[in-house]
């Protein structure tokens, strides 16, 4: 998503490492999370974990672009000496039972401004504070740097002239991810919009696939001269895969710019296997013309779970709630039938595992715990019941406290019979 900050005269970035080690600024033993039962039928806060705002991995400077020469806002001074791991757009299984892999989007929230930041994607362990223990912290690995070295995606990148090409923020801004049946990589993304497709360690595969119905948005590099059909920022927020991996559910955060009903999202079926898109169109229709698809996670064969959400933030009223639909259900207007499972500004937290507060002024925590960040825009169904959701925090935007960078969080939330027939 697009944070508030003004954007700026890019550069070209320098090239650097394909694989590397972050820097590791949360440290402890390592905990899994939680067994115990809710305490009721009701959704539940059973664990929370949270990485520091200025955590950095490898890698040369960025934030160059985020304001003019030298500058602090919101408490952050740019340019920033490395690689912010910061806010998640994406989290899938990782390489062992309690790791995540876990994808930023494309950096400081604009085409211009995030010239500078490397696409990757994290190796992290949640160490959850639960009601059993747990410290609370994140450990961060190593990544995976996304990168074209076969020259696939068919445009001019940030890093043309290198042997690497790694992708930069002003290249793609990827918002989705979901792992295929050999460990590749699927991309929903939001410049074309496109669904890209990356090896298990992050080389582009395919030249990107280009949406149904002529969907473009403003940053697409081919629209040579033709308008936009699609606003910026409302590409591939959101993207499950089936379980059996032969399907992705692509669904656009935004209507097209020539929708008659602003409500209406399109949730668009692609094949893994033929690459291609199937044909098959969903609709879903938001609860405000103003909402947005953040993203979707599939809980079976033919279930989805889905956040909706506006764009406020921190303390202020706003919308932001995780949604069941069924793909073979649908309204008498043809849209999908929703449930509403969770409430993400007044989640039940009987444990008070939120507390205590990790800065003076942070706000949202204790019973109920409220999820503070304006771009809440991870979901990922994890044993059991239980949602893992994580927030997308371009720096230096603020949410859980005022005066301060948001922190990237992740919580535990348990859905009693989130899985069970009786949902469907």
């Known amino acids: 998503m697009r944070s508030h900050t003004p954007r700026r005269r890019s550069k070209r970035a320098p090239a650097t490492i394909i694989m590397g080690t972050a820097v590791v600024l949360a440290a402890g033993v390592l905990l899994t999370p939680s067994q115990a039962s809710p305490s009721s039928r009701h959704p539940v806060l059973v664990g929370r974990a949270v990485l520091p705002a200025l ?5 040369p400077p960025s934030g160059a672009f985020e304001v003019p020469g030298p500058g602090t806002v919101n408490g952050v001074t740019f340019p920033l ?4 791991v910061e806010g998640f757009s994406a989290i899938v299984d990782g390489r062992e039972p309690g790791e995540f892999l876990a994808m930023p989007d494309n950096g400081f929230g604009s085409k211009v401004n995030s010239r500078d930041f490397l696409i990757r994607a994290y190796y992290i362990r949640p160490r959850f504070k639960t009601a059993r223990g747990g410290d609370g912290a994140v450990e961060v690995g190593d990544f995976i740097s996304f990168r074209d070295p076969d020259h696939r995606i068919g445009f ?3 890093n043309e002239g290198t042997t690497s090409r790694l992708l930069t923020g002003g290249d793609i801004d990827p918002e989705s991810l ?4 050999h460990g ?10 496109w669904i890209l497709h990356f090896s298990s360690t992050g080389v582009l595969l395919d030249p990107p696939f280009a949406m149904p119905d002529g969907i473009r948005s403003p940053d697409n590099p081919f629209l040579n001269g033709a308008p936009p059909t699609h606003p910026g920022s409302r590409g591939l927020e959101g993207m499950a895969i089936s379980p059996d991996r032969k399907h992705l559910y692509a669904a656009l955060e935004g209507a097209s710019l020539a929708d008659t009903d602003q409500s209406r999202r399109h949730v668009y079926e692609f094949s893994t296997g033929k690459k291609a898109f199937t044909g098959r169109v969903l609709q879903y229709r938001t609860e405000a013309a103003g909402n947005l698809v953040a993203d979707m996670w599939a809980v079976d064969t033919h279930r ?4 909706e959400r506006d764009r406020g933030f921190g303390a202020s009223d706003r919308f932001a709630r995780i949604y069941l639909v069924d793909l073979r259900v649908t309204d008498d207007s043809g ?11 007044a989640i039940p937290d009987p444990d008070l595992v939120s507390l205590p507060a990790l800065h003076p002024g942070d706000v949202g925590l204790g019973d109920p715990f409220r999820v503070t960040c304006e771009s809440v825009e991870a979901v990922h169904l994890v044993k059991g019941n239980r949602l893992l959701v994580g927030c997308d925090n371009n720096l230096p935007n603020s949410g859980r406290n005022p005066g301060l960078p948001d922190d990237s969080e992740f919580i535990l939330v348990d859905v009693p019979g989130l899985r069970a027939a009786g949902h469907s």
């Open 184 to 193: 590749d990589l699927w991309v929903g993304e939001e410049f074309g919009p």
């Open 178 to 181: 979901q792992r295929g049946r």
């Open 55 to 59: 955590t950095f991995a490898g890698g």
């Open 304 to 307: 989805l779970v889905v956040i």
């Open 81 to 84: 000496p490395g690689q912010p």
């Open 335 to 345: 849209f999908l039938q929703k449930t509403q499972l969770v409430d993400l500004t």
């Open 156 to 158: 001019p990148l940030v």
